[in-house]
């Protein structure tokens, strides 16, 4: 049965982790978080396919993200948990639920980390050429291993000063191409237009490809929910971390898409090859502008590994706090959960060897799987939303410090965009496969959970 106690045994069971954050740990975690390396990184394959229309494809994956982080801000601020989306899920559901959700974005967290590695090795060998790239990766992981496993003001702090960077970057970029677009840079002419006569150049298939690729650039919000558990003041920072979602989305993310496809052609191969902020730098005749968003891309991935290791440790913990998981991953050690970091880190590194020793089945088949494991997260965070609003209203209606906007219509809302994105993967030849895969993993996962809370009733 669906758990009904107001969350007391997993804020106790938080309660031997470090607290260690403070609030402008969380308030830049929050900031940075949106700024994710598949925005520096991935958005030009989007720009290629939907031209100009990249624009609303991220306006309209914006909004729905939007209405995701403050479901979740909802819950979070009533129950603070290290477990975040799978603690509400099994409060919501039932232990199954919160089996299912927290293990597949575990995994999904570990993989990513690998992935980040490699990519962050790629650019430093790019440098310094003749280096392996595996022992790059190796040197990213000790370090961040060894970050998360002393203490979590650590990672408190490396995050504080990679999201710094990583605003005033993308800070620096918008002022520079809003000068440019109104033709008061000095050096450059204003294109006005020109560039977005040819709004929708695929037509509808470019922007629904366009569409897919800005829904999973979003993902790595989450983990501002979980880091709040960890925090001074896990209410205030959740709270205000989720109310200043919407202008940090619709900056950073629309307005640089706006600023890029106006400066410069969508159709440029620069965009794909060189990446598009290199590609809009370049055209407003920066010297060393490639260098530098190297640099600032290779701090967004590692920003990416050290907030992947943390996320990830800290939901195999909740799970084992709840009884969902092997107990040695619960073990904490001076505040830190340090077996669940070294796992955690073990699992990311083992991607990467696969990505070198079966690049062409084992690690695609791993990729794939944890293709949509985003949209199962969020789809797991709104059904559980409708049913602990409900709950919330009629036992504990002080709690609701952060309310879902135009509850519950908004819920459904964004529960028929994320079916509009599951349907239009399917049409997708590249994303039907992640899909499928991502569901058999669910199935599995959902299969394991609810074998586990029976055999857990059982004994009991």
Not at 67 to 85: I, K
Not at 156 to 180: P, Q
Request: aromatic share 10%; hydrophobic share 55%.
């Amino acid at each position: 049965m669906p758990s009904t106690t107001t969350g007391t045994p997993q804020q106790q069971a938080d309660a031997s982790l470090s607290h260690g954050l403070k609030q402008r740990h969380l308030s830049m975690i929050a900031l940075g978080g949106v700024i994710g390396a598949g925005l520096f990184v991935g958005s030009g394959a989007g720009i290629a396919a939907a031209g100009p229309s990249i624009v609303v494809a991220y306006a309209l994956s914006g909004l729905l993200v939007m209405l995701v982080m403050r479901m979740l801000g909802e819950m979070s601020a009533a129950y603070p948990s290290s477990g975040s989306f799978s603690a509400h899920a099994e409060r919501a559901f039932g232990p199954w639920a919160g089996f299912t959700a927290g293990w597949s974005f575990w995994v999904l967290l570990c993989t990513a980390v690998g992935l980040e590695g490699i990519g962050a090795a790629k650019i430093v060998t790019g440098w310094l050429p003749g280096t392996p790239e595996w022992a790059w990766v190796a040197l990213f992981m000790l370090v961040f291993c060894g970050t998360n496993l002393a203490a979590v003001k650590n990672f408190g702090e490396f995050e504080f000063w990679f999201a710094a960077l990583k605003v005033a970057a993308i800070s620096l970029f918008l002022v520079l191409g809003t000068l440019a677009v109104l033709g008061v840079l000095p050096g450059t002419d204003s294109p006005g237009t020109s560039h977005l006569t040819d709004f929708l150049p695929n037509g509808g298939e470019g922007l629904i490809i366009g569409l897919l690729a800005s829904v999973f650039a979003y993902g790595g919000m989450e983990t501002v929910t979980i880091a709040a558990a960890e925090s001074e003041n896990p209410v205030k920072g959740v709270a205000s971390a989720v109310r200043t979602a919407m202008w940090r989305i619709a900056l950073f993310y629309i307005g640089s898409m706006a600023v890029i496809v106006t400066l410069v052609p969508w159709d440029s191969k620069e965009v794909v090859e060189k990446g598009p902020y290199v590609a809009a730098l370049d055209e407003l005749g920066i010297p060393g502008a490639g260098q530098l968003m190297n640099v600032v891309v290779l701090v967004a991935l590692l920003s990416a590994m050290n907030a992947n290791i943390y996320g990830s440790s800290r939901i195999a913990y909740s799970l084992v706090q709840r009884g969902l998981g092997p107990a040695a991953l619960g073990k904490v050690t001076s505040g830190v959960p340090r077996i669940a970091v070294l796992a955690s880190s073990v699992f990311g590194f083992a991607c990467v060897l696969l990505s070198y020793w079966r690049p062409d089945d084992v690690f695609p088949w791993l990729l794939n799987m944890i293709g949509a494991v985003i949209l199962v997260v969020w789809i797991f965070i709104a059904v559980s939303q409708l049913r602990l609003r409900a709950r919330l209203e009629r036992e504990a209606p002080e709690k609701l410090t952060v309310r879902m906007w135009a509850f519950p219509v908004l819920t459904w809302v964004a529960l028929a965009g994320m079916a509009a994105v599951f349907a239009l993967m399917a049409r997708e030849p590249d994303t039907r496969v992640q899909l499928y895969s991502t569901g058999g993993m669910t199935l599995f996962l959902a299969a394991a959970g609810y074998a586990w809370q029976r055999a857990r009733a059982t004994k009991g």
